[in-house]
């Protein structure tokens, strides 16, 4: 079973190094290799979760590499690989010929493989290379478009955040080996000795935030909105911001032995639901408000973390994963096809492109919450945990949840306004439209709205059962019919009064102070960018000027003084050790002529020179004397 493991991830990452390093030599065929390998994938996936598979592998002296499809990690793989598919499929149909699909789509598939990796690790060694890998990636993806400076600054931003947030990893790394568990297994951090247990803790709670795009790290993900749009249907939906989330629920024992760290993690989910839900409700861009809504449900899924809801995480998750993506992937299409992304400008798409509208339209009333919708009945199950541990936290996501039907239907509202009288009016003002959405987009479409209308069956009281069962989590609180109840009837007002708010000449007083107080906090929020961000790029800068003109320009001093040594030795070489080896033998030479002269071959001549030099010995003999 282990080959179907190692298939799994190998699959993946090797179709995307090859489409990579192809890059424009495969630009006709890279989507549908792309889309057949990320198919292929989401079959092994299946299979996976069926089979549950495990392997092992040495890593370094003393460790292993272990991967292992267990409850969670099966639901994973298979959402996971779902999304890729359905996004690659999508991209397939709308990505521009002129670019460099072989690059895209290998990277796409990197990216995907990274978090396969991720869901599928048991050792923290395999767990940081793929997390590693996946930041490295969508460095590149928010970064596509290189040769415009604004998605290579917010690329660099992105990679930036996470990765001083990713440091935690390390921290955590060096201190269960300080802690004396004697093993990296993730099963195995809960024993660590303290106080290294807590350092382990804070690191992961650390880089898990960092990566989930949560308070005080929630500013990078609007920047990555500059990559393409399948990169942020893949981004926000199944992969690296929800990383960070899946962590937290995998590790929710190490959370529970440390006796802060639930609060924590549950307080900061809360709040993010809380407070980035308010800050979508003040955005006029379309995908800054999905983005906003990303951090926001993603607080949900570490809510449930925190207060040991990982039935109603993990429902949460995929059921928002199919949601976000196809969000995401209308809004791409509405800003190929018109040239904008703005929602002022968007009055009228929904109508204009109805198909793209209607899934645009299922998976906004989803994320607003509405019942019978998936996410609404998902939220239930969150709220229901966090109503178990904390009474503060119920009241704090109850809210979040009515905020989160505000900017929903604000979305909704916009696009499904008649059409302006000039129908053109608005369009192309960030790029020229084409007009037209290709037939390849309406596949993927329609599955990623029905997958989010139909998933709240998890929520369901025989599916939640069987879902609790395979995620070992049978005690874990179901919400009460009256919990149903008030969600739905805050959801529902929630949603009449911001279609009524919207459609008022003025907007009502109360909703008025929320969207100034959002603007306030997008203000914090980029006041956060010039505080933390601008610092950190000026260090880096000036590490870059360092290692250029002190590390670099002593090592071609070094250099320089090497080849100038190498210089003098060639010369003393030349001039004195081969001159004198030059000498010693014209020296031999001539005395081989001298030594030839005296041998003639006549008897009366070797006589006499016997004689002369027995006469020169005897002399010599007597001067000594």
Known sequence: MSVLLWLLIALPLGVGALLGSAGTRVNRSAPALGTAAALATLGLAVASAVTRPRASAPLFAGMRAGLAVDGLSAVMVVTVAAITTAVLAFTAGEFSTKENRGRFFGLMLLFAGAMLVTVTATTLPVLLMAWEVMGATSWALIGHWWSRSEPVRSADVAFLTTRAADLGLYLAAGAALAGGIGSLRLDALPRTASPWLHVVTAGVVAAALGKSAQLPFSFWLSRAMRGPSPVSALLHSATMV????????????????????????????????????VVAVAQRDLKQLLAASTSAQIGFMVLAAGTG?????????????????GLFLAAGAWLTALGTKQLPALRGAARRYPLVGACFLIGALTLAGLPPLS??????????????????????????????????????????????????????TEQPGTRHVSRAVAAPLCVLAMAAAVLGVLSLPGPAAWLKGL????????????????????????????WRWRARSRPVPVWHAVVRGARQWLYLERAAHVVVVRPLLGLARALAVFDDRVVDGAVRQIARCALAAARIAQRLDDGGVDAAVHAVAAGARN???????????????????????????????????
Request: aromatic share 8%.
């Open 242 to 277: 929800v990383a960070g989330a899946y962590l937290l629920l995998r590790l929710h024992p190490l959370l529970t032995v440390t006796g802060w760290a639930g609060p924590f993690v549950a307080w900061a989910g809360a709040a993010t639901a809380l407070l980035l839900g």
């Open 591 to 625: 005395l081989g002529r001298l030594a030839r002269r005296p041998q003639t071959g006549l008897l009366h001549q070797y006589y006499a020179q016997a004689a002369v030099g027995f006469a020169a010995l005897t002399l010599i003999v007597l001067l000594v004397r």
């Open 471 to 498: 995620l070992a989590a049978p005690h874990e609180p179901a919400p009460a019919p009256w919990e149903l109840g008030v969600s739905a009837a805050v959801a529902l007002a929630s949603a009449g009064l911001a």
């Open 375 to 428: 996410l609404w009945a998902s939220k239930d199950g969150v709220l229901a945990a966090a109503r178990a541990d904390n009474t503060g936290l119920y009241v704090v996501g109850l809210a979040a949840a009515a905020v989160s039907a505000v900017y929903s239907v604000k979305a909704a509202w916009y696009v499904t306004r008649p059409l302006p009288d000039e129908v053109e009016a608005g369009y192309d």
């Open 309 to 325: 809801g990982i039935a109603a995480g993990t429902t949460q998750l995929v059921a928002h994963a199919a949601t976000k993506a």
